[in-house]
């Protein structure tokens, strides 16, 4: 009787989760009450406070179920990353996987940064993938290595793959496709020599 209880609550949790993101993928902002999700998951709005407190420990929950379902189908870890051939083959598991996850992929890009972003854990994962990144680029000035990665991991991102392909219409495999092209040519590029330099685009600007 216990492992049944422990089953409907989980089931319950998730439906309220998966009404959650869509609420959010079908409004495309924030603007909704816990009763609406607990009318779209068919549960009592009871249940959804028994489950989470407050908005924001939902919004929170539905971040952590998103990183949960990433790992699950095998999303990599930016801490296993050590070569610019694992960044790129990561960056194309990752585009797949926020396809196949779909609606809560797009419920999350949509989520202001404020809420996506109060993970510790998600913050640390993005500090490590900016210093593999500017690793990259050994010959390159400490602080240009530094912006051209920050740079670089916001074309990686969550949010590049949702405007991409749900609002631009490109195919998850073209955008796999140019990313991963557009980052080996950066990272390339900065390490040729060819770095951004204000004085020489205000010299070529200037008739």
């Known amino acids: 009787m216990t492992d049944l209880r422990t089953r409907q609550r989980d089931l319950a949790r998730q439906s309220i989760l998966d009404a959650c993101a869509d609420l959010i993928t079908e409004r495309r902002h924030l603007d909704f ?19 989470f407190a407050t908005r924001e420990d939902l919004l929170d929950a539905l971040g952590q179920d998103f990183d ?28 797949r996987l926020f396809d196949e996850l779909d609606g809560i992929s797009e419920a999350i890009a949509q989520m202001p940064l404020a809420d996506v972003g109060r993970h510790a854990k ?11 990144l500017a690793g990259l680029m050994p010959n390159v000035p400490a602080d240009d290595a ?7 991991r916001h074309l990686l991102s969550h949010r590049s793959w949702f405007w991409l392909t749900r609002e631009y219409g ?21 390490e040729a020599g060819d770095l951004p330099s204000p004085d020489e685009l205000t010299q070529e600007e200037t008739p």
């Open 122 to 132: 998600r913050a640390e994962r993005t500090r490590i993938l900016v210093d593999h």
């Open 68 to 95: 949960d379902q990433m790992a699950e189908r095998g999303g990599p870890d930016a801490r296993d990353l050590r070569s610019g051939d694992d960044l790129l083959a990561a960056v194309r598991t990752n585009l």
């Open 170 to 190: 490109l195919d998850v495999d073209e955008v796999a496709d140019v990313i991963t092209w557009a980052t080996a040519t950066l990272v390339a590029a900065a």
């Open 33 to 51: 009450a816990m009763r609406d999700v607990a009318e779209r998951a068919g549960v009592s709005l009871r249940t959804v406070y028994n489950h």
């Open 146 to 152: 530094h912006t051209i990665a920050v740079v670089l």
